[in-house]
C-alpha cells in the first residue's frame, strides 16, 4: 500500500522530470492511488504536503488528496469542486509560462 510520502516522491519525480503523463495519472481517480487509505486520512494535507513539494505544486497536490478524501467519505460534490479547483490552477501554470 502506499504511504503519503511515497505518493509525494512519485509527484516530485514526475515535476522535476517534466513528465505529464505520470503527473496527470497521480492527479486523477483513475490511478490505484487514490483508494488508498493511507492517502486519504487527513482532509487537509496540506501541512505533509508542503513538507516535500514546493510551489506551485503542492497546491495542486493538496487539492487532489483532499478530493480523495472528500470521495472517500461519499462527499462527491466535495470532492468534484476539489478536482476542479485542481484543474484552474493547472489552467492558471500554462498561462504562466
Not at 49 to 65: A, G, N, Q, T
Amino acid at each position: 500500500m502506499l504511504s503519503l510520502n511515497g505518493y509525494l516522491g512519485q509527484v516530485s519525480s514526475a515535476w522535476d522530470d517534466y513528465d505529464g503523463d505520470a503527473l496527470a495519472r497521480l492527479l486523477s481517480f483513475e490511478d490505484p492511488h487514490s483508494m488508498s487509505p493511507r492517502l486519504r486520512a487527513e482532509e487537509d494535507p496540506s501541512r505533509e504536503v508542503e513538507r516535500v513539494l514546493e510551489e506551485p505544486i503542492d497546491d495542486i497536490v493538496s487539492d487532489h488528496l483532499r478530493a480523495c478524501y472528500q470521495f472517500a467519505n461519499a462527499d462527491f460534490v466535495a470532492a468534484y469542486e476539489h478536482q476542479v479547483t485542481l484543474g484552474k490552477e493547472i489552467s492558471f501554470l500554462h498561462f504562466c509560462v
